[in-house]
């Protein structure tokens, strides 16, 4: 039944009313529960928390109970059902449907069918039926500014109120303008591995957590969210979008950096050492960067295997296995026991679960011939007593009552200690591989012997380059397995176009029951040292075929004027490009600031606070320029923060960042400080896509400063555009 604009305000109006009703229910049941379950504070305990987080998402969503209704009829019932979607589903005290999940099956309809004949997928199979409404609300602080209602599944209109507004706010109402590419893309089986490749702004982070989201609320019968993963690439991105779970109510999946994984592998702290250096290299002569780029790649994993086999022979030790000086086996008897085990069906890749079986296997041999074994022992213990004085035999004489309890045990604390190589310090052996590493290396084109000189120093005292995390995490995987890790069952990675195939790999060797949710962009990959080129080889090493690209295409984060000006960018690059949705703001200006920069960024600045923009960044192309405009700008009175690769967060105002730093993140209004040609290098791929990055970051409004060349993809744009410095100063 179709409502008009007071119908829909009388029906806001009693949803608020059944939110406050119950609201106060769920508060009048919170205090009682300490005396009614009293005698069981486990139970007590686990239900505070459940009803305190209702309560709470109740609050956070009761000014906007719902974004959306949908009307439909299925073929079965042949009644038509009204569905207001709403951030979470609420029932009342009755158990009557107030507002549905947007992760309920029958939400998808909203997202990816038309009007007319439409179909959901349940638990029980496929519903049919007819889509008779599809309607978008307004509401702000439980007052109902507007709605619309759309036919189709893709209308720009429908998104434009949403994404015109500022950074803090669209994380927020994503689920309202979930598309249907990124649908198709959260609702994907968890059984499934999948990549997504995304252009800038596509939202793949925001799609990333939404499909956690959703994989945990539809899985929450077999799956619990601690056995979710996400990754990110530092601790700035993680902490940068780590309010957004819990406002999707989920809690408890967790959050880290991959090399926050090694850390807790290994029970170790250290520094991972900054990509600054390294980009800089690589930008001035990438084959300097031969050696990183060698310790990502799956020729670096081959050379470690070759290493651990190598290693292995050296576990079993050459002397016999004695305990209190008396032969109990020899060691070539151990040794065979050992090495049958790799005939067994069992997998015994994992070092220590193959000792941890050769020891059970040894020891039941021993408790079965411990009485042969102790009557040999006892015959050399009488042969030498005979020589030995009464106080040495007496100590003798201890040795072999120790000996016959170590024997009923099977001797397993001596065979443990025999085996005791095999678990030996990560870093340590990883040392000890780059030390001989010429023996793995199957090239000899690359001098390589200062690069591995330094990296064993840095291990050494405990600093440690991104590209050794793999190798790391990998012999960690070979010799201990996979520790608790094998315990998650999704993994999200975001950023993944920086990480090497050899990362991928030893990831998924470390989580072997998990399925992963892969989201990168080819075009951002900017540590050309330490990332990857295609992902079909990650498809290849990692995943044997068992996984499936899917395209995020169209860019929702920037206006159409800005992601038109970028994509001179990837058409430069030869990458594809971004599809904008049709969301019109500024043109893009472009400024010669001819030695003038402080001056232009200065009323630049001004005009964007005058706008009201919250979150604004002057992106640079190095460290050095961003301290130098922040500490400049500072002189000036205006107030600006400078991030750096140590900061882990960021909450809105002016700041200062490297292009590098803002990959990931995005903000109001950005101002590109010097894309002058030189400065970015248009010979450079690598410099391509780090103004292309800077580029794509801004939402509103976006300035590129240059200083009298402007580098070349771009000039074709300055052209047609024609924004002198004059006129841009006069305006500004």
Known sequence: MYKNYNEEKKYLGSTLERFKGIIEDTELRLDALPRMYANNPRLLESLLIEFTKRLELMKKTQKKPYFARIDFTSEDLKKEEECYIGKVGVFDEDNNLVTVDWRAPIASMYYDSNIGD???????????????????????DGELKDFQDVDTVSNDDFLKPYLGTSVDNRLKNIVATIQAEQ???????????????????????????????????????????????????NKFFVNYISGVLPDLDVDDVNQLTYDEIIKDLLGIEFTLISDKDKLIKSITNPEQLFYQKLKVSMAFKNMLDKFISNFEKTIIPSSNFQVKGYEILTSKFIKDIYEDLEKE?????????????????????????????????????YKKIKVMSGEDSIKERKKIDAIEKELNNGCHQSLKKYFSSGSPKIIALYIEFLKNIDLYLDTNKYDIKNDVKENISNLKTKKIEFEDLAALMYLYYRIFGSK???????????????????????????????????????????????????WERVIETTFEGDCSIKYLKKSYRTTTEIMNSAN??????????????????????????????????????????????????????DDKEAQLICLNLGKLGIKVTNITDKDTKYDGGICTITSYLAKGLEFDAVIISDATEGIYDSSKKIDMKLLYVAMTRALHELNVLYNKELVKPLIGDLKKKSNEYGKVLRKI
Do not use: W
Request: glycine share 6%.
């Open 118 to 140: 439409a179909s959901y997928k349940a638990p029980g199979g496929v519903i049919k039926g007819k889509l008779t409404l599809k309607r978008q609300y307004e509401i702000e």
């Open 183 to 233: 649908n198709a893309i959260i609702r994907d089986e968890i059984s499934n591995n999948i990549i997504i490749q995304g252009v800038a702004g596509s939202g793949k982070t925001t799609v990333a957590l939404h499909r956690v989201a959703y994989l945990v609320y539809n899985n929450m019968k077999n799956i619990k969210p601690e056995q979710y993963l996400v990754i990110g690439p």
């Open 345 to 381: 069906v069992l997998d015994y890749n994992i070092i220590n679960k193959k000792i941890e079986r050769a020891i059970l296997i040894i020891e039941r041999y021993i408790k079965e011939h411990k009485e042969e074994i102790f009557s040999r022992i006892q015959g050399e213990f």
């Open 484 to 534: 608790n890790y094998e315990n998650y069952r999704q993994v999200v990675v975001d950023e993944a176009q920086d990480f090497g195939e050899f990362n991928f790999f030893a990831l998924k060797k470390l989580m072997p029951k998990a399925t992963f949710s892969i989201f990168g962009d080819l075009a951002q990959s900017i540590y050309e040292y330490r990332g990857i080129s295609n």
């Open 568 to 621: 001179n960018l990837t058409e430069y690059l030869k990458f594809p490009k971004a599809e904008p949705v049709i969301r019109h703001g500024i043109d893009v200006n472009y400024i010669d600031f001819n030695d003038n920069q402080m001056l232009v960024i200065s009323r630049i600045l001004k005009s964007y606070i005058e706008k009201g923009y919250n979150s604004i960044a002057i992106i640079c192309k």
